[in-house]
């Protein structure tokens, strides 16, 4: 499977890698492009059966974080900064638990030890499959955004659920199931690197409770919660960006 992935910012800066959510690309991180290149070699990358990177079959979770790692080393990057959303936070956290030495720390938002039910992720897969993309894009903006940002932002709204109602239904599909099937509740307590947590107060699909539940878990963790609902790096993306900068470069 070839990665298509982007880098921005300073050939010298260490490396902040960006990992996106479900039925989302690496243009989710648009809004903190500006900022982070101020401070970090930014690497963006889509992840499996999205934007630009092909499917390749069956994925499980450990296959997405292990994605991670090989465009770590095809690039020839020893040691990176990683932040991830939702799906994108469940791969932090499982490389926070299975590959730390590759990473000097770790911010995972609105995500969970185990997002969502096993059966509605497999429901939504089979859905997908044979209605395509439409049916899950039509109820994304009720649970990616507030009724306020809808209503004030309907452009951005709009672009990414058109981007989503768009994208390739056998990839998401699969993801879908590699969600299904993860589950790290009985490893997050493992994980020693310094980890921030970002949750958004109105985030119905993974909560302020799941964020908690981390925070308890994780050793040293750190949490911020922020106005938003699911992508709140683009519902709150000041606050989100000015909490993993601050993060980032604090000496630990």
């Known amino acids: 499977m070839n990665i298509h992935y982007r880098l921005d910012g300073p050939e ?3 490396v ?21 290149t101020q401070h970090f070699r930014v ?15 069956k994925v499980t979770l450990s ?8 465009l770590l080393d095809s690039l020839n990057i020893d040691k990176a900064y990683f932040c991830g959303i939702s799906m994108g936070g469940l791969t932090g ?26 059966a509605n992720w497999l429901s939504r897969a089979r859905t ?49 199931e590699a969600l299904a099937a993860a589950d790290l509740r009985a490893e997050v307590a493992a994980i020693g690197l310094p980890m921030l947590i970002i949750a958004g107060q109105y985030d119905p699909v993974t909560t302020v409770a799941d964020a908690d539940y981390l925070h308890q ?13 699911h992508l709140s790096n683009v519902e709150a993306s000041d606050e989100f960006t000015a909490a993993i900068v601050a993060f980032f470069s604090e000496k630990a």
């Not at 894009?137 to 809808?150: E, L, V, Y």
């Not at 004030?152 to 659920?161: F, R």
């Not at 878990?217 to 106005?227: H, K, T």
């Open 12 to 14: 010298k800066a260490p």
């Open 16 to 36: 902040l890698v960006l990992s996106n959510s479900l039925g989302t690309t690496l243009s989710l991180w648009e809004a903190q492009i500006a900022e982070l």
């Open 43 to 57: 690497l963006r990358y889509d992840t499996h059966g999205h934007g630009q990177t092909t499917k390749h079959g």
């Open 63 to 70: 296959q997405l974080a292990e994605d991670v790692i090989t």
């Open 93 to 118: 956290l499982w490389l926070a638990r299975f590959a730390p030495e590759r990473f000097y720390k770790i911010a995972v938002a609105n995500t969970a030890a185990k997002i969502g039910d096993q």
């Open 128 to 176: 997908v499959r044979s209605e395509g993309m439409g049916v899950v894009a039509a109820g994304s903006a009720d649970r990616w955004f507030t009724q306020d940002f809808r209503q004030h932002q309907p452009a951005t709204v709009e672009q990414l659920c058109h981007q989503l109602a768009n994208s390739d239904a056998q990839g998401y599909a699969e993801c879908c």
């Open 217 to 229: 878990q994780i050793d040293g963790a750190f949490l911020v919660e922020l106005p938003a609902s």
